[in-house]
């Protein structure tokens, strides 16, 4: 019994230090609806409800966090929303 309690204390002490980023999309004045639903659903795995949900919230609140996950994994993302000509920060 104390093997398995101190192996779900050692989980959880993982899951508490795992420090996730939020990749943020922001408004602009240049990119079509259709464009930014491409991209979402291409490089951040979104399916085209999602996508279109995150373009309309971004329309109308000038930003939408569209994922939230590890560092490395978000990296890329960012990398080719931006080099697709999107407006994105990582927080």
Not at 57 to 82: F, Q, S, T, W
Request: hydrophobic share 40%; net charge negative.
């Amino acid at each position: 019994m104390a093997e398995k309690h101190q192996y779900s204390e050692e989980i959880i002490a993982k899951i508490e230090t795992v420090d996730l980023k939020e990749l943020m999309l922001f408004n602009d004045d240049f990119n079509t609806f259709q464009h930014v639903i491409e991209m979402l659903c291409k490089y951040c795995e979104h399916d085209t409800v999602q996508a279109e949900q995150c373009a309309w919230i971004v329309h109308n609140n000038g930003k939408c966090m569209v994922k939230r996950d590890e560092y490395a994994n978000v990296k890329p993302m960012y990398d080719a929303l931006l080099d697709a000509g999107l407006s994105v920060k990582i927080l």
